[in-house]
């Protein structure tokens, strides 16, 4: 096209100059330049004959240019934009839903979270047991609202609140900060201390976990943590004073937070290796504590019949005068398609203040297996994940169903001290319709021997257990 104009602006010239010259020339002049005119002419019809022939073929190389542009936007989302398309990008705030709304701009993040679990249970004891808290029995076991996020630079944060016994409590409230495979977090955390606790309560496979970690006081507590994690190793430990309740200042004497100085020192190491599809996991963690002048208060070690609903405790220790406590764990896990096995043992010796010093043990055992195909437990620095159902309800499917079967046992038995020893075996069906969403049927069939006596005297007798759970967690 623009050949063409540059040609009739030559021959606008050539016209021009002739008008403006035409008395000064002669008529052989004339003549000539009209040769030149008639020359050009013929020149622009066979230059515009050429140009209408190459039409359709420049109109097909447009419409494959348009059609192939939307087949750039995964480019550019890749990474292959200029720097200011990037730029702009990275500006931009983005909302994304992940069980709830999740807000991010840059390195920046703020997401909402939140859980409910309600519990309805029955623990049918020995006829002649006369204990009300046995039964039928339902509580909200936790609702927990907080939020977590980035701040830039590496740093993170986590705030939860929990209503859970009729009180408010502060459950992971922490501010973190992760450079490559290095992580620190200061704040109440858990501290290591096995597999089973460290999972999550709504990534179990089981309503409660292993009775040594209750009857052994395990939680959460103010602390400064580091971890380490590269290929298959996992290195933790931290330095922690107590649980945010023991401090707070608001009563006297050793039950005040004034008066709490008690700390502990906290290791746990991983080595989770991966065989083809088989994901296996082993651990083994340590831990120390010294109580300070909570060793003048009473410290006992017992354990509920499974539930937490019921307060009644069939098997524990008296109260005794703990100045320190030691304690070691190791743990096993492996994952291979839709079936998972775990296990752990723990020891906790108590050293009395005016007596020797007492060991008692736990263990646990499981294997488990999805009755859904696609399904299989998830697993991530070192601890147990839930995972969306292969086939969520809405989608063609019935969501995920996951069959466990776990031996639990607990000895509160050591030298002068009989605490009792429970044996418990438990099987529970968790059906996940949707993620986020999950059910739980539990049956536990709880073997005593040394626990609460009954009428007649005698201390060995079972207890049977059904336990249901619905939680929605975000």
Avoid at 85 to 95: C, H, L, R
Avoid at 117 to 139: C, I, R
Avoid at 228 to 237: H, N, R, V
Wanted: aromatic share 10%; proline share 3%.
């Amino acid at each position: 096209m623009r050949l063409v104009m540059a040609c009739a602006t030559a021959v606008a010239v050539v016209l021009s100059a002739s008008a403006a010259h035409a008395q000064a020339i002669s008529a052989e002049e004339a003549e000539a330049l009209r040769a030149q005119i008639r020359t050009m002419k013929a020149q622009m019809e066979a230059m515009e004959a050429r140009l209408n022939a190459a039409a359709p073929a420049a109109d097909a190389a447009a419409a494959s240019t348009q059609n192939a542009a939307p087949a750039a936007t995964p480019a550019l989302a890749a990474g292959t934009a200029a720097p200011a398309t990037k730029q702009k990008a990275k500006d931009e705030t983005g909302i994304e839903w992940k069980g709830s709304p999740q807000f991010a701009q840059g390195d920046r993040l703020f997401k909402v979270k939140g859980r409910i679990q309600a519990d309805a249970n029955y623990v049918k004891g020995p006829g002649s047991l006369n204990d009300k808290g046995l039964g039928f029995s339902n509580e909200m076991r936790r609702i927990r609202l907080g939020a977590e996020g980035a701040l830039g630079a590496g740093f993170d944060y986590k705030l939860e609140l929990e209503l859970s016994d009729n009180a408010v409590d502060l459950v992971d409230t922490y501010v973190g900060y992760h450079n490559g495979p290095w992580q620190v977090r200061l704040g109440n955390q858990n501290s290591f201390q096995s597999l089973d606790e460290l999972t999550g309560d709504t990534s179990g496979s089981v309503m409660e976990r292993a009775a040594f970690t209750d009857a052994f006081n395990f939680e959460r507590r103010l602390g400064l943590a580091f971890q380490y994690g590269k290929g298959p190793w996992l290195a933790q430990a931290g330095v922690f004073t107590d649980d945010i309740g023991a401090l707070a200042n608001d009563s006297d004497g050793v039950d005040g937070g004034d008066e709490n100085n008690s700390y502990g020192l906290d290791g746990r190491l991983v080595f989770a290796p991966k065989l083809g599809d088989l994901q296996l996991h082993f651990g083994g963690s340590a831990h120390w504590r010294r109580l300070g002048r909570l060793a003048e208060s009473d410290t006992r070690y017992r354990q509920r019949p499974y539930v937490h609903s019921t307060n009644t405790r069939l098997i524990g220790t008296p109260v005794m005068n703990v100045s320190e406590e030691d304690h070691y764990g190791v743990e096993f896990a492996a994952i291979r398609g839709r079936w998972h096995a775990a296990a752990e043992y723990h020891a906790l010796t108590a050293n009395r203040v005016d007596a020797s010093t007492v060991t008692f043990q736990g263990a646990y055992a499981e294997t488990g297996i999805f009755l859904t195909k696609g399904d299989h437990r998830g697993y991530k620095e070192g601890i147990f994940r839930v995972e969306k159902p292969a086939h969520p309800m809405g989608e063609g499917g019935m969501g995920s169903l996951l069959f466990t079967l776990r031996y639990d046992w607990l000895d509160l038995n050591d030298r002068d001290i009989r605490g009792g020893t429970q044996n418990g075996y438990i099987a529970a069906l968790v059906w996940e319709p949707i993620q986020n969403l999950r059910f739980n049927v539990n049956y536990a069939l709880m073997d005593y021997t040394g626990a609460k006596a009954l009428p007649s005297g005698k201390t060995d007798y079972s207890a049977q257990v059904v336990g249901t759970r619905f939680e929605l967690d975000f």
